[in-house]
């Protein structure tokens, strides 16, 4: 499973002559796209080797991709390529056949590896709404008025090159459809693989835990949160009513601070319990208010 050393070094030739590529049709006054595949392109190829652990099995894989929601995925042969645009390639893309909740990680991939992530990728578009020559179609057809695009498309998966040539050539692209095969590299054996696999999958309890990833062991690791999506989204609620909580305080605070002193005397103000107030007299006024439409309504009779 491991990559060898000799696959490691041809796998980055690749990418070296792919930039060297670019940068030539740059020169000769063309404008580069690149299209990404995300597995075992951009990002390694784990998640896809975890779902192989698991003998395809959805439900499992879905709970493992789940209790990673806060990690990235790591990064691939690819990434360094795709870290250039906007100094290399004009703009790129992403189709993935990524979906759901499984696509949320890509978007996490993008925001960490990008400054600025608005600019980093034009298009994410996830198979499970299109199938992949869908997609090629509507990313071609963007481009239709520009005759001095060149259209790059990485994937590890060769049906699916083979699909983008056949469409760049439907569409009149020719030889400014250029596909090429990823190889699958692995930074990791079978075993490795597998525990991993069983180390995120054993994690148990309320909180976020850190488990060592391969290679680089702790340096290297993922955050798991052990109840999944569930406890991002309750990560997810509990940070936004933090914040709301403090901006209420501090734009009522004088005001919440006198009504403290009424409805709780003599306990200490925190934050908490001044939000508290502020979630008191709300209640009344929308039932004041309430009250008030209410008698509006009946004097009409």
Sequence with gaps: MKSTHEEIVIARELVKNTETRIKSLIEKGKKVHVIWDFDFVLASGLSDDVFALTGYNLEKYFEYESRLSWSRPQPGIWLPLAEKVGELQASQDIVTARSSFLAFRVMLFCAWFSADPLKWVR?????????????????????????????????????????????????????????IISPKIRLYSEEQLELHYNSVMEQAGTAPTYVPGYPGGYINGFVVMPDGIRDFRRKMINDFYDVKKKGVVEKHRLLLENEHQVIFPGTPMTTDSLYAVFEILRGEAEHDTAMINELMEESRY
């Excluded at 990313?139 to 040539?165: C, G, L, T, W, Y």
């Design 123 to 179: 298009w994410v578009l996830f198979i499970g709404h299109q199938a992949k020559v869908d997609s090629f179609r509507i990313i071609f057809d963007s481009f239709k008025r520009d005759s001095d695009i060149v259209i790059f498309f990485v994937d590890d998966n060769a049906k699916h090159v083979e699909a983008f040539n056949q469409v760049g050539t439907e569409m009149g692209l020719g030889e400014r459809a250029i596909g």
